[in-house]
């Protein structure tokens, strides 16, 4: 089993920034891919971004030039560097992990409330 877990999530005005972290409990080693999900009241979560095991990114054409992710091993933590916040950016954040290796399945985390204010 693999334990996930977001922060740095906060309130915060329009066009200001956060970075959003999130620790695994052991190694990222095995994790094929590593996702940030968002999710806002009433609607369905969706895909914000992604990183492969060999650093291949992408993002939802929504966050494209905003948005950064990056996943360190020596600190077992994914990022989110989010920058030029918009109010529609405002959800609950979670960052997913898809083992192939190790404790095989996908692991998700609680989530990080991110709230941008006009």
């Known amino acids: 089993q693999v334990q996930l877990v977001e922060s740095g999530g906060g309130l915060v005005q329009a066009g200001g920034s956060l970075r959003l972290s999130c620790s695994a409990s052991?190694?990222?080693?095995?994790?094929?891919?590593m996702a940030w999900y968002r999710q806002a009241p009433g609607k369905q979560r969706e895909l914000v971004a992604s990183?492969?095991?060999?650093?291949?990114?992408n993002y939802a054409d929504f966050v494209k030039g905003r948005f950064t992710v990056a996943r360190l091993y020596a600190k077992n933590t994914l990022y989110l560097q989010m920058t030029s916040l918009k109010p529609e950016d405002t959800g609950a954040y979670y960052c997913?992990?898809?083992?192939?290796?190790?404790?095989?399945?996908?692991?998700w985390g609680q989530g990080t409330q991110v709230t941008v204010t006009s």
């Open positions: 052991g190694t990222l080693i095995g994790a094929k891919t």
């Open positions: 990183i492969t095991d060999t650093a291949i990114a």
């Open positions: 997913s992990a898809r083992f192939i290796a190790g404790p095989i399945g996908t692991y």
